[in-house]
């Protein structure tokens, strides 16, 4: 399972045990801080706002320079997102023929009701954490925690 979350993620196994360290370390039960942790890192967050068409896709738009966080450049893919932050698109970017590419398929996708999305600006708000029960995952992160109770 913790092998599934790493991959579904693209997380490294040290980022991913300090990801468990801060889960455990949050008030609330720990897999659902953990994956909630892991809904929060950036490239998820362009990803989900439609930014990408894959989460590699995505951390690599981020990793390019693309992506800016509360109206600052960032390039790091793991950087932590809060409620209220905004992610948007780089001025020099909006010029790139993948930035046209993402603004026509945005249409075809759905954000998740955490998440805010205007299309014409191609910005996305971060409105609250994301509810567990609508993230789909696909492990089950009352494994990975019982797994490093050990």
Do not use: C
């Amino acid at each position: 399972e913790k092998q599934k979350a790493r991959y579904t993620y693209g997380v490294l196994e040290k980022q991913f045990v300090d990801y468990y360290k801060e889960a455990v370390r949050l008030p609330g039960v720990t897999g659902d801080n953990l994956v909630r942790l892991l809904e929060m890192r950036l490239d998820n967050v362009a990803y989900k706002l439609g930014f990408a068409d894959s989460l590699k896709a995505a951390r690599q738009v981020v990793r390019h320079g693309h992506i800016m966080l509360n109206g600052r450049k960032t390039d790091i893919p793991s950087a932590a997102t809060k409620a209220g932050d905004v992610i948007g698109w780089v001025p020099v970017s909006k010029k790139s023929e993948y930035f046209k590419f993402a603004r026509e398929n945005m249409s075809s996708k759905q954000a998740p009701s955490w998440l805010t999305v205007d299309a014409d600006q191609m910005i996305g708000r971060i409105v609250s954490p994301p509810v567990i029960a609508e993230t789909p995952s696909k492990f089950d992160p009352a494994v990975i925690v019982e797994y490093y109770s050990r």
